[in-house]
């Protein structure tokens, strides 16, 4: 069940009043939006995800990394753009109407098809294509939390999946 | 040959007298640094290795990405720290002896085994390890090129590699 969802995906278009560059407006995109400071990957994308859509959600994997200079928008830094994997725990659409102009879940085939997505969408969309058809192993890039050497305090490594053979090494 | 020589990495110690904390003095790590403002991932990992090891290299994938709060010496933010594969094209090391105490090639599986390490360090090493034996492909986060909807800017994206037959879909 969650897998054949997982063919559709939460897409939102920016609303034409907002301020980004004529050729992304009205474009599909993934929901998604600005870290708070301080907050995880995985939890910025569960939560904008929620805002932007009302659907709830799990952090499965990262699944790109975009590194842009010059970006407009971004405060006259460097910009990372963090694409995230998530598994659904419900379904009905109930969209933030200031930020989309309209959101679905539509067909993964579909939305790498498409025209009407901006470039990153179409790219990620052919992945979780890949993903679907051959197993998201092949595209997942997951988590492991490691105490940090500073007590008390945590870290997350994201990186691929490591078979359990190689975690531990003897002789 | 190249192949052989990645059985082998650049690793640094830290200086004791450089503010690290106890545990992290005297532990093998890999060289790397702070991007400058600006500066791609893969170039900032590619000058690092060079600052403080004296070695030439080519970037070619990520392996790891770190994201981490309350980092001392991160100026109050959170930290991205992203680990690269990179390809030597010189041997000879000629380190920092600002940053560094020892610097050596390193056999993988002495470096995966080691308790003188930080745990990112062996991590790597084991990820390393896996790549190593069943191939970097297993491992790689590879590395594409995109026009930004901004005119004359790029933007580098970086996820698994995707199939020739996934990336153009038809009917």
Request: net charge neutral; glycine share 6%.
């Amino acid at each position: 069940m969650l897998e054949h969802e997982w063919r559709k995906k939460a897409t939102v278009t920016r609303a034409p009043s907002s301020d980004a560059p004529e050729n992304t407006v009205n474009a599909w995109k993934f929901p998604g939006g600005l870290s708070n400071p301080g907050e995880d990957i995985g939890d910025t994308a569960v939560r904008e995800v929620f805002e932007e859509t009302g659907i709830k959600s799990e952090f499965k994997s990262i699944l790109s990394v975009r590194q842009q200079h010059r970006h407009p928008g971004a405060f006259g830094k460097s910009d990372m753009y963090i694409i995230c994997r998530l598994e659904p725990s419900s379904f009905t659409i109930s969209f933030c109407q200031q930020e989309c102009l309209r959101c679905e879940w539509m067909d993964l085939d579909e939305l790498a098809r498409t025209k009407h997505a901006t470039p990153i969408t179409s790219n990620v969309a052919k992945l979780l294509r890949y993903g679907y058809r051959e197993g998201f192993d092949k595209i997942d890039i997951t988590m492991r939390e490691f105490p940090a050497v500073y007590a008390g305090l945590f870290y997350k490594l994201y990186h691929r999946e490591l078979p359990e053979s190689y975690r531990n090494i003897t002789g």
